[in-house]
């Protein structure tokens, strides 16, 4: 392949530190914490881009998640996301800084622009990863290849979770990849941890491409995020109807857990997108997911299989969430689920 | 107004997924849809076409075979059908699936250009951007309702917690989410009338400002190390219990757990 790139020039670890409403994602701290695991195998350092209006105080929570260098690039014109502006900061900090490898969160923001980057910078995206390493590129050597070290290789689902796949991009500089929310690990706060602070300004001056926002409308429904929750009661087509998934209110309720549902619930419209787990919602990794009436579709599976406990309970005894159970049990949850809760809330009131 | 909308002829994942011996995929090997996210976007193009008069350009890239979903496109009710194939494309990633197709597109006249926002084999959401990107124009990904108003479009841009109502100057690049709409069914004339339809066959010679060090394999920044079936983690126990057995089966396992 013909490419003029110098790819030694290129060092170091950048993640996009998102934010909205200037809050922090959860996403951000992720990547600062999967980045910096990833700097110390190459031995180099993660920075942070932070990108916004008004941000600046940001800074100081990345740096007590662990990283060491935060890029601000600040401007009113980066109020709202936007993808225009947006891909134009991050292209020109990777021009000016020339990192080896630049992560974006898969969220809605970020799908949208890490895309638009790579296009603009010319390099590979591998899209949606659930696990980065560092590590040779080819795996194995092959004759005649010359095997690549310190390559970021790329772990992705693909067709629907039917396959995974392991994505390098040896020739292209910096190694992009969107990664998955909720499946990174963020690093230990260290309260009053300091980074280097860098405010970079590439100029933005509105053109064709800037898009005009006329609206801003918010879900009015606040509900938990599912992916912060320790316990999930998670509920499928076998729960019946919108009304019966009292039952699992009542059993989250007593456990001191968040109920979420599959996409069948939700194409329903028993239960709104937001509460939704699987390939097309959120990825889950609680401590103890009930999986209850949800059959188990491969694009579930895809979204809660990382969960620490399963525990499934169904009435059909070959549904395929009994493959991913850790406890799997054969039975009517109309007569089970209400029995267990009270026998929580007894358990409870006795301590 | 002209409306071109990318399709994609994708792997019923249902049918299983077979790959060749270099990691990519054997597509001639599966049984095949056309692309949800991609038949909304058709959708949406057909009603703006309903609704203030359009001429729809369907266009694919793929294997001879992807003609089939180019018909199906035009039973719906798309005017045109574009097939682009070639061998030298073949084994592309997102870059250079982007770049084939922004060069395809660069022989139309467009005012807009739909695509879906993901195809259920690569899952990438990569392409719509990046052609986009390609082209120099205007993206507005995850679209869920657009309007045409003069030489813009008003779109509703969806996020996780919110949307945004954005207005984009035409010639624009959407991307359309299978929650968009319902699509519509093929209609019996339609179907005999695509079935005799002319489908413009291009090749790798009509693509305009396209290096071939940016096509197919050879042309794609991205690798595959490895490819394999998923490995999940084994299945646990599994019990049939009477109710009250049930319960205390499970009181069990989260006190022996600590989870209460």
């Known amino acids: 392949?013909?490419?003029?790139?110098?790819?030694?020039?290129?060092?170091?670890?950048?993640?996009?530190?998102?934010?909205?409403?200037?809050?922090?994602?959860?996403?951000?701290?992720?990547?600062?914490?999967?980045?910096?695991?990833?700097?110390?195998?190459?031995?180099?350092?993660?920075?942070?881009?932070?990108?916004?209006?008004?941000?600046?105080?940001?800074?100081?929570?990345?740096?007590?998640?662990?990283?060491?260098?935060?890029?601000?690039?600040?401007?009113?014109?980066?109020?709202?996301?936007?993808?225009?502006?947006?891909?134009?900061?991050?292209?020109?900090?990777?021009?000016?800084?020339?990192?080896?490898?630049?992560?974006?969160?898969?969220?809605?923001?970020?799908?949208?622009?890490?895309?638009?980057?790579?296009?603009?910078?010319?390099?590979?995206?591998?899209?949606?990863?659930?696990?980065?390493?560092?590590?040779?590129?080819?795996?194995?050597?092959?004759?005649?290849?010359?095997?690549?070290?310190?390559?970021?290789?790329?772990?992705?689902?693909?067709?629907?979770?039917?396959?995974?796949?392991?994505?390098?991009?040896?020739?292209?500089?910096?190694?992009?990849?969107?990664?998955?929310?909720?499946?990174?690990?963020?690093?230990?706060?260290?309260?009053?941890?300091?980074?280097?602070?860098?405010?970079?300004?590439?100029?933005?001056?509105?053109?064709?491409?800037?898009?005009?926002?006329l609206e801003v409308v918010k879900s009015v429904v606040e509900t938990a995020d599912i992916m912060d929750a320790k316990i999930l009661v998670s509920g499928g087509r076998g729960v019946g109807s919108a009304e019966n998934f009292k039952l699992l209110d009542d059993l989250a309720d007593a456990i001191g857990g968040t109920v979420s549902c599959s996409r069948a619930v939700v194409d329903s419209g028993w239960k709104s997108k937001d509460l939704q787990v699987g390939q097309t919602g959120k990825t889950v990794r609680p401590q103890v997911y009930f999986a209850i009436g949800i059959s188990g579709a491969i694009q579930h599976l895809a979204g809660m299989e990382e969960s620490d406990i399963i525990i499934a309970i169904n009435k059909d005894e070959t549904a395929p969430i009994f493959d991913v159970a850790d406890y799997g049990i054969v039975g009517d949850l109309n007569k089970i689920v209400p029995m267990l809760t009270e026998k929580i809330r007894a358990a409870k009131a006795e301590k | 107004m002209k409306i071109v909308v990318c399709i994609k002829q994708v792997p019923d994942t249902k049918g299983g997924v077979k790959f060749n011996p270099d990691g990519t995929l054997d597509r001639a090997a599966m049984l095949t849809i056309m692309n949800p996210d991609d038949k909304a976007g058709l959708e949406a193009a057909l009603r703006l076409k309903d609704q203030y008069g359009a001429e729809v350009t369907a266009i694919t890239m793929g294997l001879p075979k992807a003609e089939e979903v180019l018909r199906e496109a035009m039973a719906m009710g798309a005017d045109k059908g574009i097939l682009v194939t070639d061998r030298v494309l073949g084994g592309a990633d997102t870059w250079a699936t982007s770049q084939t197709l922004a060069g395809a597109i660069r022989n139309l006249d467009y005012d807009l250009i739909i695509t879906g926002r993901q195809a259920i084999d690569g899952d990438t959401a990569q392409v719509g951007p990046q052609i986009s990107e390609h082209l120099d124009i205007p993206v507005i990904s995850y679209a869920q309702n657009i309007k045409v108003e003069g030489d813009s479009v008003i779109v509703e841009r969806q996020y996780d917690d919110r949307y945004h109502v954005v207005k984009a100057q035409m010639p624009c690049l959407i991307t359309a989410l299978a929650e968009l709409n319902e699509p519509r069914y093929m209609t019996p004339g339609g179907i005999f009338d695509a079935y005799d339809a002319e489908i413009t066959v291009w090749g790798r010679a009509n693509l305009i400002d396209v290096e071939d060090s940016n096509l197919g394999l050879k042309g794609s920044p991205t690798q595959i190390a490895k490819a394999s079936d998923k490995v999940r983690k084994g299945a646990g126990e599994k019990v049939t219990l009477d109710p009250t057995e049930s319960v205390d089966y499970i009181m069990d396992k989260l006190v022996t757990r600590h989870v209460i």
């Open chain 1, 1 to 213: 392949m013909v490419n003029e790139m110098n790819l030694a020039e290129y060092k170091g670890v950048f993640v996009f530190a998102q934010q909205v409403d200037n809050k922090l994602s959860g996403i951000a701290l992720e990547l600062v914490g999967k980045g910096k695991d990833l700097a110390k195998d190459l031995g180099t350092e993660v920075t942070a881009v932070l990108v916004g209006s008004g941000v600046a105080d940001l800074a100081n929570e990345l740096a007590e998640y662990g990283a060491d260098r935060i890029i601000l690039v600040d401007d009113p014109e980066l109020k709202e996301y936007r993808t225009e502006p947006y891909a134009h900061a991050l292209a020109e900090v990777i021009k000016k800084y020339k990192p080896e490898i630049f992560l974006v969160g898969a969220t809605a923001i970020g799908r949208d622009l890490g895309p638009r980057v790579s296009a603009r910078i010319h390099t590979g995206l591998t899209a949606d990863c659930t696990q980065l390493e560092i590590g040779d590129f080819p795996i194995n050597p092959v004759p005649g290849k010359e095997q690549l070290h310190n390559q970021l290789l790329m772990t992705r689902p693909a067709f629907g979770g039917n396959t995974i796949a392991t994505i390098a991009c040896p020739d292209f500089r910096p190694q992009m990849a969107t990664v998955r929310p909720g499946v990174m690990q963020k690093a230990p706060r260290v309260e009053g941890a300091k980074a280097n602070v860098e405010e970079f300004n590439p100029g933005f001056i509105p053109n064709n491409k800037y898009v005009e926002i």
